[in-house]
């Protein structure tokens, strides 16, 4: 998520023993009513996440989420977050490949859903949770009870997976531009292999992760050069090997093509 400092946007650190599963907590606070609608986007990263919210209905991509517990699935697209009026909401952001390891099923169940604790048997972290978490004076009091409540469900002979740890940083680092069969011989594994591994624990193929990550670089590209480069440089930067690949991409996974976005981007920060 963005800074989003006109809606009271606040990261919480997470116990040190849970750092390996999540990014941080996220407090989104606007207590007083107003008439004004807030649109933000968020892109996809891989992360998975659980969100409460304590006041007005909030939408995700025009989805009605009232006050209770959601469980947010890794993204391959971005969507968007609308509130209104007072806004209240806590969240918990995991590290991509790590919500499995709370959330005890294959992520690919979830990619693309948003649903409730209760849906997938984790009612200890919905209802009760919540109402929890509600009536805590501070922020402080809430990210210890969070804290306290994914330490009782973590395994104590819990170890993170360096195979997928391994992968996600080497795709990370060439911005999604390699093949991906150089990283099935890096991790002495098969395309199938690797293919499975990344459903269960990340919830996306390596390949749609791959294509995140270049659209993610290539957005970057499109906020920083200047206004008169052209999408056909930007596409060959980014790794793409035209301007028609490169917009059929960027709209897959973004909603708009690369030229709206950039002129989006002049406006304000998307």
Not at 1 to 20: C, D, E, I, N, V
Not at 101 to 120: A, F, V
């Amino acid at each position: 998520m963005q800074t989003l400092a006109h809606l009271g946007f606040k990261r919480y650190a997470p116990h040190p023993k849970l750092q390996s599963l999540v990014q941080c907590y996220w407090r989104i606070n606007v207590p007083q009513n107003h008439d004004r609608k807030f649109r933000e986007f968020m892109h996809p990263e891989g992360g998975t996440g659980i969100i409460y919210n304590f006041a007005d209905p909030i939408y995700l991509n025009n989805q009605l989420v009232s006050q209770e517990a959601i469980i947010t699935g890794p993204t391959s697209k971005t969507n968007a977050f609308t509130v209104t009026g007072k806004i209240d909401t806590l969240g918990i952001r995991f590290h991509p490949g790590s919500g499995h390891d709370i959330l005890s099923l294959p992520l690919s169940e979830l990619l693309d859903e948003t649903i409730t604790p209760q849906q997938i048997a984790m009612d200890s972290l919905g209802g009760t949770l919540q109402e929890q978490l509600a009536i805590q004076e501070s922020d402080h009091k809430r990210v210890e009870l969070l804290d306290n409540q994914l330490l009782s469900l973590l395994n104590d002979y819990y170890q993170p997976d360096n195979r997928l740890n391994t992968a996600l940083s080497w795709i990370k680092q060439h911005q999604g531009q390699k093949p991906i069969t150089k990283l099935t011989h890096i991790l002495n594994l098969s395309q199938r292999q690797l293919d499975r591994h990344f459903k269960i624990y990340l919830g996306l193929l390596p390949k749609q992760f791959s294509r995140i990550q270049q659209v993610t670089f290539a957005r970057n590209i499109l906020k920083t050069v200047p206004q008169q480069t052209s999408l056909t440089d930007i596409a060959y930067q980014a790794g793409f090997y035209d301007q028609a690949h490169f917009i059929h991409q960027f709209k897959q996974v973004v909603g708009i093509t690369p030229g709206a976005y950039r002129n989006k981007a002049i406006k304000t920060q998307i």
